[in-house]
């Protein structure tokens, strides 16, 4: 079995690290540069940048801030936000990054996917999925609705359809946010998390919701996540890396130790 990932995410607006709930009420908390060197020096497995306003701006990602935080990490690094275009991508990946996120841009133009993939490879390519729970209807089977612009946008799009979907395009790993979970600290969103995670091929990361390392054990383990996602828990302090990795550990979770 691989190791089970732990990834921080660094949501970013306006160049300082923000966090919100449910994608409303953001607050800046801090440099995502240093954030992102303190992570790194604590163990995160990989680290999630995502430039939140720049889709619903309609600009580009802030690919300075990107350059500034590869040149202080050396993990997996994954950039998102406002990634439209191939060379869009070509620029995030020139700037350090090892993996690109397209959400809202995937959605809108789903050849973006496949073309990233053709160019860069199918690891390179990471599908961002923001996801709302709705009633149960024909357009939405699974119950799950594709939202974009930052949660601004319903799309009429089933989040199950369209995760395969993406991984038949040649998306190489999921990243799936539960909007109602999101910021809220009460735990995963782990139906959805189990209905993306063991219908498809591809590894899949849970996000949204983090309260507690229990939190984390359930949605790697019972939702069958292949990484967590985390940001309030260790943004705020509540936790470190290595806690959560030692705990992990002792609950039988294979995790990567590097102390």
Known sequence: MLSRRIIPCL???????????????????????????????????????????ASSDRRNIMIEVVRRV??????????????????????????????VSVNSGAVKNPEIISAGAEAFGNQCIVLGMDVKKVPVSDKIPSGYEMVINGGRTYMGIDALWWAREAERLGAGEICLNSIDADGTQAGYELTLTHLISTNVNIPVIA?????????????????????????SMTHYGTYTIRQIKESLHQSGVKVRMTW
């Open 11 to 53: 949501d970013v607006r306006d160049g300082k690290t923000t966090k919100g709930i449910k994608f409303k009420g953001n607050v800046d908390i801090g440099d995502p540069v240093e954030m992102a060197r303190f992570y790194y020096e604590e163990g995160a497995d990989e680290l999630v940048f995502y430039d939140i306003t």
């Open 207 to 231: 996000s949204g919701g983090a309260g507690t390392i229990e939190h984390i054990n359930e949605v790697l383990t019972t939702a069958q996540a292949d990484a967590a996602l985390i940001a």
């Open 70 to 99: 590869a040149e202080e990490i050396f993990i997996p690094f994954s950039v998102g936000g406002g990634i439209r275009t191939i060379e869009d991508m070509r620029a995030v990946l020139l700037a350090g990054a090892e993996k």
